[in-house]
């Protein structure tokens, strides 16, 4: 079946660090993939997605290049802020019988200043 | 737009009460969901429905009833509750299909003593 592996956290960082938290896959087809990020107290909100292999999703300054030959979905950052603070979940939708998104577990990040 | 919204936000219940939780959306969307997220397990989905008067099982729907008599409201049941439901309940909709953006309400922390 479906499933996602992401980094163990928790991440800490300093403001304008460089960010990555890894994320593999295992899915049947080809999967659409997607970067969910939760602030403290809140719902997730989707923070970017790719539908193809070599597609870049891309908002807010973080991105996540769609890799099938490596089956990775890497989330990056360039320069972190104390804002980015939150939980971030990597997730693929493979379609067909499969009916649902499968999360990975969750990667919490801690920017300090 | 309010965009999705659950009540309550807080509840502890003894084991064997019974609960509704509630949720709406206000965005006309066909797919709504419930999840619950425990610590260390991402998100798994309970039950889901893809549209008014439809509703189907998800990959953790023991002890869980849901129903869906209005487009914009999806109700989780409780019958009788155990101290293995104690997690944080979200909801979430889609405007149609799961590969769509999902969008979360705030989350229900619900206690079971």
């Known amino acids: 079946g479906d499933s996602v592996t992401q980094m163990e956290g928790p991440v800490t960082l300093s403001e304008e660090a460089f960010l990555t938290i890894n994320c593999t896959y295992t899915?049947?087809?080809?999967?659409?993939l997607f970067w969910y990020v939760q602030y403290p107290g809140e719902g997730l909100q989707l923070l970017l997605k790719?539908?193809?292999?070599?597609d870049k999703g891309s908002n807010k300054g973080f991105e996540a290049t769609y890799r099938k030959e490596t089956t990775s979905f890497h989330l990056e950052k360039g320069s972190v802020q104390v804002s980015d603070s939150a939980v971030y979940f990597c997730?693929?939708?493979?379609?067909?019988?499969?009916?649902?998104?499968?999360f990975g577990k969750g990667t919490l990040l801690t920017v300090n200043p | 737009n309010a965009g999705v919204t659950q009540t309550p936000k807080f509840r502890v219940l003894k084991t064997g009460q019974s609960m509704t939780l509630l949720c709406a959306q206000d965005?006309?969307?066909?797919?709504m969901y419930w999840y619950r997220q425990d610590p260390g397990m991402g998100l798994r989905l309970i039950h889901y429905?893809?549209?008014?008067?439809?509703?189907a099982k998800g990959e953790v729907p023991d002890g869980y009833n849901v129903s869906r008599l209005k487009k914009q409201n999806f109700l989780l049941g409780l019958e009788s509750a155990a101290p293995s439901q104690t997690s944080v309940y979200f909801c979430?909709?889609?405007?149609?299909?799961?590969?769509?953006?999902?969008?979360f309400g705030p989350g229900t922390r619900l206690t079971v003593l």
């Open positions: 899915a049947t087809g080809y999967p659409s």
């Open positions: 997730a693929l939708y493979s379609g067909g019988s499969n009916y649902k998104l499968t």
């Open positions: 429905s893809v549209g008014e008067g439809t509703t």
């Open positions: 965005m006309n969307h066909e797919y």
């Open positions: 790719a539908t193809k292999a070599d």
């Open positions: 979430a909709s889609t405007l149609a299909g799961f590969n769509n953006e999902q969008f």
